[in-house]
Nanobody, 126 residues
Framework: QVQVVESGGGLVQAGGSLRVSCTVS????????MGWFRQAPGKEREGVAI????????DYADSVKGRFTISQDSAKKTLYLQMNSLKVEDTDMYYC???????????????????WGQGKQVTVSS
């Protein structure tokens, strides 16, 4: 049984930094790509970043490029999203997604991931 457990997030002022993490069990870390998504109430889930755990290739949504960094610790089976220079519009629920099963250019589509965490709230105040 696959489990994706997130931690981190919280409240920060605009311009500050936060990190969210997720650990994965039930899957062989390195055999799949993983990503971070975010979603506000009433809006569609948005792809934020993806990493290929085997080779380390990454991609980001244009809205977070240069500010967010996705990384991994294979030994700990943990994925991270470091968020710097946070803006009020980054306020969302952030979700970790594992076991990407689509084509690379489809990484922003939530339906291409088979396992999800419960989400962590990130709130950026002005």
């Amino acid at each position: 049984q696959v489990q994706v457990v997130e931690s981190g997030g919280g409240l920060v002022q605009a311009g500050g930094s936060l990190r969210v993490s997720c650990t994965v069990s039930g899957l062989t870390f390195g055999n799949y790509a993983m990503g971070w998504f975010r979603q506000a109430p009433g809006k569609e889930r948005e792809g934020v970043a993806i990493i290929v755990t085997a080779g380390g290739s990454t991609d980001y949504a244009d809205s977070v490029k240069g500010r967010f960094t996705i990384s991994q610790d294979s030994a700990k089976k943990t994925l991270y999203l470091q968020m710097n220079s946070l803006k009020v519009e980054d306020t969302d629920m952030y979700y970790c997604a594992a076991d990407f099963a689509g084509r690379w250019w489809e990484w922003k589509a939530p339906q291409n991931y088979n396992s999800w965490g419960q989400g962590k709230q990130v709130t950026v105040s002005s």
